[in-house]
């Protein structure tokens, strides 16, 4: 069955500290992977996105994202948090083709203290 | 217009009450997508059209659940005889087509939060 775990409900991270957000997937063939980020009352906007070649993927607010094949993981980071940065984030993967039906992780839920 | 556009923000209905959900996509976006959010969840799919063609309504849980695009542009989701189940956000998507990689990453309006009472 084609799934996306996302492991970790909620982190708490300093301003100023390192982030990584793991995400694990299973899915019947190389899928097209995607980090998105909720704020409160805001709608889902793309970070990243990885679709083929260097497996090490920048996106926007300074995120990176690393696509392992052998381990179907596309976990997210970034070097240091800012205090904007707290959000949910959501990994998604869907199909190449023009379906672009999308699925999701429950989300990570990320605080950042000051 | 600049962004992905649903109306209304909030929208509070009586078990068994009819509602109807709007988007207004990115002008000229062929793609569009409803998704579900049920509080503390990750979206799931509803239904996708390309233009005015409903491609994929695997989504629908019931036949309570109506979509339509019918000029291509502006869609609708329908709800007949609102459940407690059906309280969630309601999220709309859009996205330029051709099948190019480039476009896959789509922009989402903000959402209708519906709750039935």
């Known amino acids: 069955a084609q799934s996306v775990t996302q492991p970790d409900i909620h982190i708490t991270v300093s301003e100023g500290a390192s982030l990584e957000l793991r995400c694990n997937y299973s899915?019947?063939?190389?899928?097209?992977l995607f980090w998105y980020v909720q704020s409160p009352g805001q709608g889902l906007q793309l970070l990243l996105k990885y679709f083929s070649g260097d497996t090490l993927v920048q996106g926007i607010k300074g995120f990176e994202a690393e696509f392992k094949r052998s381990q179907s993981s596309f976990n997210l980071r970034k070097p240091s948090v800012h205090w904007s940065d707290a959000a949910e984030y959501f990994c998604?993967?869907?199909?190449?083709?023009?379906?672009?039906?999308?699925?999701w992780g429950l989300g990570t839920s990320l605080a950042v203290n000051p | 217009g600049a962004g992905v556009s649903q109306s209304p923000r909030y929208k509070v209905a009586k078990r068994g009450q009819d509602v109807a959900l709007r988007c207004d996509p990115i002008?000229?976006?062929?793609?569009l997508f409803w998704y579900q959010q049920a509080l503390g969840q990750g979206p799931e799919f509803l239904t996708y059209f390309q233009n005015e063609a409903q491609l994929d309504k695997s989504g629908l849980p019931s036949d309570r659940f109506f979509a339509e695009r019918p000029e291509g542009s502006v869609s609708t989701l329908k709800i007949q005889r609102t459940q407690q189940e059906d309280s969630a956000v309601y999220l709309c998507?859009?996205?330029?087509?051709?099948?190019?990689?480039?476009?896959?990453?789509?922009?989402f309006g903000s959402g209708t939060r519906l709750t039935v009472v």
């Open positions: 998604a993967v869907g199909p190449a083709g023009n379906n672009r039906k999308l699925i």
């Open positions: 002008s000229g976006h062929v793609s």
């Open positions: 998507a859009s996205s330029s087509d051709g099948g190019r990689q480039g476009d896959y990453g789509y922009t």
């Open positions: 899915y019947g063939a190389t899928p097209y």
